[in-house]
């Protein structure tokens, strides 16, 4: 496969468990912020994104959670399933004016049948 | 079906030689981004555009070039003053520029050296 997946942290999971997958960011400026999954060889896939003057944000099977004051960011995946594998990346962005978009270096879900 | 496309999933460049990465969008979307990604790094950016007609260096821009001559495509060249050309490349757009955007990616185009 892709060589997209080395050297990041892995956390496994048993199908049907649910999954956490944490974030730190850096820049207490930030007021947006995207959880992206991308499978091997494959582009990012945009999952779900949360403005800063909100705690909790639920998708399909996944909710976001950001802490502010510790500038945290995780993101949960209800009962996991094996097309949940994969790395699984935060964005930061500000909102006003331009502003770049920070990527982290991901995590490897990898779900166990 | 609409989406980010780029072309060719692979790429093979030789020793001193130019290569050129496609990436086309019918999203609509003003705003278009190259990425180059390395194993346990980052997305680092090498150009964005904000409108047609329009493009700025990103943090890595050194040894790649671009041209944005109509909103749908923004092709990228890897020229052969980049030494390190091997990476993964993404490309991105957004509805806009400015404001909170969410980038949409393409599948994107594996560069090796041969």
């Known amino acids: 496969g892709e060589s997209v997946g080395l050297h990041l942290p892995t956390l496994s999971v048993q199908e049907g468990d649910n999954s956490i997958i944490n974030c730190a960011y850096s820049?207490?400026?930030?007021?947006?912020f995207i959880w992206y999954k991308q499978e091997s060889g494959k582009g990012p896939q945009f999952i779900i994104d949360i403005r800063s003057n909100m705690d909790k944000r639920q998708g399909q099977r996944v909710t976001v959670l950001l802490n502010k004051t510790v500038k945290h960011l995780s993101l949960q995946i209800a009962a996991t399933q094996p097309g949940d594998s994969a790395v699984y990346f935060c964005a930061e962005s500000g909102s006003g004016g331009y502003q770049k978009v920070t990527f982290g270096t991901g995590t490897k879900l990898q779900v166990i049948p | 079906d609409g989406g980010i496309t780029q072309s060719p999933k692979y790429l093979f460049r030789k020793e001193g030689q130019n290569v050129t990465l496609s990436c086309e969008q019918n999203?609509?979307?003003?705003?278009m981004y190259w990425y180059r990604q390395d194993p346990g790094q980052g997305l680092r950016l090498i150009y964005y555009s904000q409108i047609v007609n329009d493009f700025q260096k990103g943090d890595i821009a050194e040894g790649y070039s671009v041209s944005r001559e109509k909103k749908e495509s923004f092709p990228l060249t890897v020229t052969s003053a980049q030494k390190n050309p091997t990476a993964f490349y993404l490309c991105?757009?957004?509805?806009?520029?400015?404001?909170?955007?969410?980038?949409?990616f393409g599948p994107g185009t594996r560069l090796l050296v041969l």
């Open positions: 820049n207490s400026a930030s007021d947006y």
């Open positions: 991105a757009s957004s509805i806009r520029f400015e404001g909170e955007k969410t980038q949409y």
């Open positions: 999203l609509n979307h003003d705003a």
